[in-house]
């Protein structure tokens, strides 16, 4: 009577996959909640659920399973781009260089002791490559290593034991990430309320923010000359939002003629300030932001319309008025001085000052429809996914490598998304998602790919333990995990001098682990560890994708 409902898990077909794949996904997250000396695994029960079902017999159908594998990994990877992109472009300036070069050395340190590894315990480099991406708990490596796995036609025992040999190592390469963490912790004897009043009086993440200063007009050789003057002595942009001039206050334009005086209300960067003092004059005790009688307001816009995005700030006709001025630019937790070479994007958060009706005709220019935002526009999305994959399959030859080397479907994606989060608007392909839309493409993809690698791979669990190999798999990640972390971090603190909470975020940046970020966040009290974290985690992620694939097709 009920055979239709057995047939209906057991029968390999359509939805049957379907089913499997819900229960897989819903499971492995509810585990994924449990915590285990206050840390959780998190999504990556899903892959462990996955090599329980299989290891207990169940199939799925092949194609659908080696779709929904490779089109969840792009879709991790592409919203892991689209989220990272605007700081890692920030990341590139010359003060992020130390931490990129301190990732560096952590990657390189890490494929070093793989092959050593390789070399002394015999295992077959997919295995080890296996081994390494759950050490580092780096999924898009894995699925990078399988695409070289793939390409050079590996088949057999050695093809299917880089997953389980991933899945053995991942949970102690958490573990070891934030046994490093509370390790240096204590090699430095860090006292997490110093540190903590460190980085106050250093204020590290507001050295580049704009800040605003009134300034009263004493030098004598800009009295009589238009404000425009200035603005041409100095080598960055500047904003001047308010200003009293002949006992009023007013948005200036550039041609204003200033006077003795006047009161600048100057908005700039901290370094730019101490020159702005030496032009203009000392600070003013008069403040034009709480004068009652001051026809000037102050708005938050969010730039919703898409017309404004294409085109430099200074040609936007739109902006060209009298009665405001456009004061702080707020893009991805970063703030900027606008200034007339900057292109807008969706969802910037532009600050205005001026009268009611100038405030009206910026928010009309620049949209602030926040529904608009809410609905994700997937056509540009789609086409840079289709662009990742194109850029991932294009060949690259090395002079005495067997196959060419592709970046895949990992790396191909990863880097358009970079891309166009910075130059998309250029070519009308906008990819703004809200966070939450980007959260939930981002975790819908690595569950699909996890769920895929389990069900392929849980069939030969019991091979990784039946003659003692996964335990060596274990002490080998360990090893991979923890060598690099302790020595760079070592070297980081004691001799580039990074704070601890700096440290903290670089480790867990170069091992692209989110778990790990978490715990430094909470321990430190800060969000110092984000900061560093988001500098080093978009180069670190490229560097794993393309040491995995390189390991398979030099060593295999």
């Given at each position: 009577?009920?055979?239709?409902?057995?047939?209906?898990?057991?029968?390999?077909?359509?939805?049957?996959?379907?089913?499997?794949?819900?229960?897989?996904?819903?499971?492995?997250?509810?585990?994924?909640?449990?915590?285990?000396?206050?840390?959780?695994?998190?999504?990556?029960?899903?892959?462990?659920?996955?090599?329980?079902?299989?290891?207990?017999?169940?199939?799925?159908?092949?194609?659908?399973?080696?779709?929904?594998?490779?089109?969840?990994?792009?879709?991790?990877?592409?919203?892991?781009?689209?989220?990272?992109?605007?700081?890692?472009?920030?990341?590139?300036?010359?003060?992020?260089?130390?931490?990129?070069?301190?990732?560096?050395?952590?990657?390189?340190?890490?494929?070093?002791?793989?092959?050593?590894?390789?070399?002394?315990?015999?295992?077959?480099?997919?295995?080890?490559?296996?081994?390494?991406?759950?050490?580092?708990?780096?999924?898009?490596?894995?699925?990078?290593?399988?695409?070289?796995?793939?390409?050079?036609?590996?088949?057999?025992?050695?093809?299917?034991?880089?997953?389980?040999?991933?899945?053995?190592?991942?949970?102690?390469?958490?573990?070891?990430?934030?046994?490093?963490?509370?390790?240096?912790?204590?090699?430095?004897?860090?006292?997490?309320?110093?540190?903590?009043?460190?980085?106050?009086?250093?204020?590290?993440?507001?050295?580049?923010?704009?800040?605003?200063?009134?300034?009263?007009?004493?030098?004598?050789?800009?009295?009589?000359?238009?404000?425009?003057?200035?603005?041409?002595?100095?080598?960055?942009?500047?904003?001047?939002?308010?200003?009293?001039?002949?006992?009023?206050?007013?948005?200036?334009?550039?041609?204003?003629?200033?006077?003795?005086?006047?009161?600048?209300?100057?908005?700039?960067?901290?370094?730019?300030?101490?020159?702005?003092?030496?032009?203009?004059?000392?600070?003013?005790?008069?403040?034009?932001?709480?004068?009652?009688?001051?026809?000037?307001?102050?708005?938050?816009?969010?730039?919703?319309?898409?017309?404004?995005?294409?085109?430099?700030?200074?040609?936007?006709?739109?902006?060209?008025?009298?009665?405001?001025?456009?004061?702080?630019?707020?893009?991805?937790?970063?703030?900027?001085?606008?200034?007339?070479?900057?292109?807008?994007?969706?969802?910037?958060?532009?600050?205005?000052?001026?009268?009611?009706?100038?405030?009206?005709?910026?928010?009309?220019?620049?949209?602030?429809?926040?529904?608009?935002?809410?609905?994700?526009?997937?056509?540009?999305?789609?086409?840079?996914?289709?662009?990742?994959?194109?850029?991932?399959?294009?060949?690259?030859?090395?002079?005495?490598?067997?196959?060419?080397?592709?970046?895949?479907?990992?790396?191909?994606?990863?880097?358009?998304?970079?891309?166009?989060?910075?130059?998309?608007?250029?070519?009308?392909?906008?990819?703004?998602?809200?966070?939450?839309?980007?959260?939930?493409?981002?975790?819908?993809?690595?569950?699909?790919?996890?769920?895929?690698?389990?069900?392929?791979?849980?069939?030969?669990?019991?091979?990784?333990?039946?003659?003692?190999?996964?335990?060596?798999?274990?002490?080998?990640?360990?090893?991979?995990?923890?060598?690099p972390l302790l020595l760079v971090g070592f070297i980081a603190k004691k001799y580039f001098r990074k704070t601890y909470f700096e440290v903290c975020g670089l480790l867990a940046g170069a091992s692209t682990d989110p778990p790990a970020l978490a715990f430094a966040t909470k321990l430190t009290g800060s969000d110092i560890p984000s900061v560093t974290y988001a500098t080093v985690y978009p180069l670190t992620m490229i560097l794993r994708i393309v040491a995995a694939q390189l390991l398979i097709l030099l060593l295999a």
């Open positions: 009577m009920f055979s239709w409902f057995h047939s209906l898990f057991t029968g390999i077909s359509l939805a049957q996959s379907v089913i499997i794949y819900g229960l897989v996904i819903a499971f492995g997250i509810w585990m994924g909640r449990i915590k285990i000396a206050g840390i959780s695994l998190g999504i990556t029960w899903v892959l462990f659920a996955g090599l329980i079902l299989s290891y207990l017999g169940t199939e799925i159908e092949k194609s659908t399973e080696n779709f929904l594998k490779e089109f969840g990994l792009i879709l991790f990877v592409y919203s892991i781009g689209l989220q990272v992109g605007p700081g890692f472009w920030a990341s590139l300036k010359k003060n992020a260089i130390t931490n990129n070069i301190l990732a560096l050395a952590i990657v390189v340190t890490g494929v070093i002791i793989t092959v050593i590894l390789y070399y002394f315990s015999g295992n077959h480099i997919t295995v080890m490559t296996g081994v390494m991406s759950g050490a580092v708990t780096n999924t898009p490596g894995l699925g990078a290593a399988q695409a070289a796995v793939s390409d050079l036609n590996i088949t057999g025992t050695d093809r299917s034991l880089i997953t389980l040999a991933y899945a053995v190592a991942y949970p102690l390469g958490v573990f070891g990430i934030i046994g490093s963490l509370l390790l240096l912790k204590k090699i430095f004897h860090v006292r997490i309320e110093k540190d903590q009043e460190f980085h106050r009086k250093l204020s590290v993440l507001r050295a580049n923010r704009p800040v605003s200063v009134h300034l009263n007009l004493e030098n004598k050789q800009l009295i009589g000359q238009p404000l425009r003057k200035l603005f041409n002595l100095l080598k960055k942009p500047v904003v001047v939002s308010r200003m009293y001039h002949n006992g009023e206050i007013i948005t200036p334009t550039p041609d204003l003629v200033l006077a003795e005086n006047d009161v600048l209300l100057v908005v700039a960067t901290k370094q730019e300030m101490e020159q702005l003092k030496l032009l203009i004059g000392p600070p003013s005790t008069k403040n034009l932001k709480t004068v009652k009688e001051s026809p000037l307001i102050s708005r938050q816009i969010i730039v919703t319309r898409t017309a404004v995005t294409h085109k430099r700030l200074g040609d936007i006709a739109e902006l060209h008025q009298h009665d405001f001025t456009l004061t702080r630019l707020g893009r991805a937790g970063i703030e900027l001085v606008p200034h007339g070479d900057i292109f807008l994007q969706l969802g910037d958060t532009v600050k205005v000052v001026g009268t009611e009706e100038g405030v009206k005709l910026v928010t009309e220019a620049l949209g602030n429809s926040l529904k608009k935002l809410e609905v994700p526009d997937l056509a540009p999305i789609f086409m840079g996914i289709v662009l990742g994959v194109i850029l991932g399959s294009i060949p690259i030859h090395f002079p005495g490598m067997p196959v060419a080397v592709k970046i895949g479907m990992a790396g191909g994606p990863l880097i358009i998304a970079l891309l166009l989060s910075r130059f998309g608007n250029l070519f009308y392909l906008n990819n703004y998602t809200t966070n939450s839309a980007n959260l939930m493409i981002r975790e819908l993809g690595i569950s699909l790919f996890l769920a895929s690698v389990g069900l392929s791979s849980g069939k030969n669990l019991s091979i990784a333990f039946e003659n003692g190999q996964g335990w060596i798999w274990m002490v080998m990640g360990i090893a991979i995990t923890m060598i």
